[in-house]
């Protein structure tokens, strides 16, 4: 009997070590959903779609393709800015439309939201729309692209759409505070000739900042400055938090008019008859990011969080109390002095004890892994490419007047670099729009669009598929055939 | 008892697996026709297909019913395009998708009881009469007008909006009202307004919140 128990208790110590074994290879292989991976496309598609890309972003637009619905917004964005810095403007306008109607539809009763509410489901299985911040960004740029078309009601129009995305920052004081779109509302409406509407924005702008200079009825010309990186998205727990990635920089803008004295200041030292110009800022992105405060969701993911904690604080003592059990499994064990009636006594206890250090085992395990598999991180996908701030001035320019440079200077006012940027003009005004620094995505996969295996592996193109030979050239004999054929 | 528990096991770690799986195996949807007249399976609070059928259907009936435009002795020249049709709404349209629908259907039922001006072509017509008066093409088979068409009366009006967002709720709703007016081209008398108003709301998922 006493060989029966040992046999018992090593044969439940082997399941048990099996079931943890198996459940630590379940844990190991963590939650990712299908979602979540990139697809595998067929070749001809890709290059269909591929080809007539910018070819220094066309691994990126593959990447947006493989990624598809659930990251479409963001790589449009990202795309978008990109070709819009690099005056691929019809490919921009395509690429900001898709991302605004993206942000525009209202997901009510939608299966990937139903989905991406679930208790084990990652916040990034959602179709992304971005964070206000970023969405208001996408119908700046939109704006900016019908700036340069002309079409100074679209504009304002986009404008005004990106003002309606500030609305939902938790303190009431930063809700609809994004200054840049009354500001360039405003401007919009001035180029339109528009002056009633055009003074209702420029108010409502005045009421969110209270310094920087209104354009000039005579301003015709608008220059953009952006400067910085853009600011990132780290998940503490289920809240997301945002840090500022860029530092504090300002612009100033000069110009040479050879037909007119500089009447925006006294030329530049040793440059000949410079005019010049400070720029305003006329927005911090990172402020915008940062004071949008708790976010509806964030309740959901802290209900998450909170089962998760609960669930992982009941693993950790059922298994403490399978530990107890084990011991006092093997500290059961009949003495071979006892009497019968002992022996029997122990041997109860001791598969008792197993059986419950089983049964605990198994409850904790089984919690553990739901602990495991609960997703309360927040969703820290972010647009990458966008700049820290924009800085601004309006400015009365004639249309000979082409090209404008464009100071990046340091905190001291000292001139760190200069940019030579051409003025669009069309209609009545003309913009000016220059980024310090890089608008190609630095990676083909937007931040954390994936999983964490899934961004480090390389991004390679699928090889054009060899077209079949013609029917021609089947046909037509080898020349050298040909030739002794002859 | 090994297998039972190696079993067991099994079970325990494919649960544990199948609870976060999911597969996004949708088999799409095959391109299909739908009715510009009622709502899309996508919707949002803007200004859609829905709605410009149902303002211009409105607003060519009612053309039709003011006796200046549809039932002068002399049938007026009439201007309909979006030159001087605004928007100051948070909307991005293109205002031609109305002002060309109005023409049309106006053009269409009016049967010659107003007469349309392509003030939108002057140039394409300028272009072709300056060829005929220079010989470098024949005059076609219609006499020669002395200038084009001018106008008795040209479309005008304004699309604005008012939007309100209930932060809390996530609830968005939007206010859009559109004006059209006829103006006479000599005195500038508004011989004919119409209105079209509607609102829209609509409440985002939590996880947009």
């Not at chain 1, 993206?102 to 939201?113: F, K, L, R, W």
């Not at chain 1, 800085?391 to 670099?417: F, H, K, M, N, Y």
């Not at chain 2, 399976?41 to 200046?68: A, F, Y």
Request: overall charge neutral.
């Amino acid at each position: 009997m006493g060989v029966a128990g040992t046999s018992r208790r090593n044969t439940s110590w082997w399941g048990l070590r099996l079931v943890a074994s198996t459940m630590a290879a379940a844990l190991a292989g963590g939650c990712v959903t299908a979602r979540e991976q990139e697809a595998r496309l067929d070749a001809g598609t890709v290059h269909a779609y591929i080809d007539d890309k910018p070819p220094e972003l066309r691994r990126a637009f593959f990447i947006a393709q493989a990624q598809g619905q659930r990251n479409r917004v963001l790589n449009d964005m990202r795309l978008g800015l990109a070709t819009f810095a690099m005056g691929r403007n019809p490919l921009a306008e395509t690429l900001f439309d898709d991302a605004l109607q993206g942000i525009e539809a209202v997901y009510a009763d939608t299966e990937s939201a139903k989905t991406a509410r679930q208790l084990m489901v990652k916040e990034q299985n959602k179709d992304f729309k971005g964070e206000p911040y970023e969405r208001v960004m996408a119908y700046y740029y939109r704006g900016l692209l019908y700036l340069r078309a002309g079409d100074f009601e679209n504009a304002r129009a986009s404008f005004k759409g990106g003002m309606l995305q500030d609305a939902f920052a938790e303190e009431e004081q930063y809700r609809a505070d994004f200054a840049l779109m009354p500001y360039l509302q405003g401007w919009a409406a001035h180029c339109d000739g528009n002056a009633a509407l055009a003074a209702e924005d420029f108010k409502e702008f005045r009421d969110l900042d209270k310094d920087t200079p209104l354009p000039g009825e005579d301003h015709t010309v608008l220059v953009l400055v952006e400067t910085g990186s853009a600011p990132v998205k780290i998940s503490d727990g289920p809240r997301l938090r945002i840090r500022r990635n860029g530092s504090a920089e300002s612009a100033r803008v000069l110009w040479a008019d050879p037909e007119s004295e500089p009447d925006h200041g006294p030329p530049e030292h040793g440059k000949d008859q410079l005019s010049r110009s400070d720029t305003a800022l006329l927005e911090d992105i990172y402020r915008q990011a940062s004071t949008r405060g708790g976010r509806a969701f964030d309740a959901i993911l802290e209900g998450k969080a909170e089962f998760k904690s609960t669930a992982d604080t009941v693993g950790k003592v059922a298994m403490a109390g399978a530990v107890m059990a084990g011991k006092v499994a093997a500290s059961s064990t009949p003495r071979r002095d006892a009497s019968r009636q002992e022996q029997q006594r122990q041997e109860e206890v001791q598969r008792d004890a197993a059986v419950a250090g089983g049964a605990l085992a198994v409850i904790g395990l089984l919690s553990k892994a739901t602990a495991y598999s609960i997703e309360a991180g927040a969703d820290t996908r972010y647009w990458d490419n966008l700049p820290d701030r924009v800085l601004g001035v309006t400015l009365a320019l004639p249309d000979r007047v082409r090209t404008l440079r464009v100071e990046i200077l340091g905190p001291r006012g000292d001139p760190l670099r200069f940019t030579e940027i051409p003025i669009t003009r069309a209609g009545r005004c003309g913009i000016a729009w220059v980024r310090d620094g890089d608008t190609l995505p630095r990676n083909p996969r937007a931040p954390n669009s994936v999983p964490p295996e899934v961004m480090a592996s390389p991004v390679i193109i699928p090889p054009i598929p060899a077209s079949p030979p013609s029917d021609d050239s089947r046909k037509r004999p080898p020349s050298d055939a040909k030739e002794t054929k002859e | 008892m090994r297998r039972p528990s190696a079993l067991f096991a099994i079970l325990i770690g494919g649960l544990a697996l199948t609870a976060c799986q999911k597969v996004d195996n949708t088999a799409g949807a095959p391109t299909v026709y739908i009715d510009p007249g009622s709502p899309g399976p996508v919707k949002g609070v803007g200004i859609e297909s829905q709605d410009i059928i149902g303002m211009t259907d409105q607003m060519l009936r009612d053309m039709l019913s003011q006796p200046r435009l549809a039932n002068a002795q002399t049938p007026p020249n009439v201007i309909i395009d979006s030159e001087y049709f605004y928007n100051e709404s948070s909307s991005r349209l293109d205002k031609n998708s109305i002002t060309d629908r109005l023409r049309v259907g106006l053009n269409r039922a009016a049967q010659g009881r107003m007469q349309f001006v392509g003030r939108h072509y002057a140039d394409m017509v300028a272009k072709e009469r300056e060829l005929k008066r220079q010989g470098t093409v024949d005059q076609a088979t219609q006499p020669a007008a002395r200038a084009q068409k001018g106008g008795d009366y040209r479309l005008g009006g304004r699309i604005t909006s008012l939007d309100s967002r209930d932060p809390k709720t996530g609830m968005m709703q939007r206010y859009n009202q559109i004006i059209f007016e006829m103006v006479d081209l000599e005195t500038s008398e508004i011989v004919w307004s119409g209105i079209y108003e509607f609102a829209k709301a609509a409440q985002d998922d939590i996880i947009y919140r």
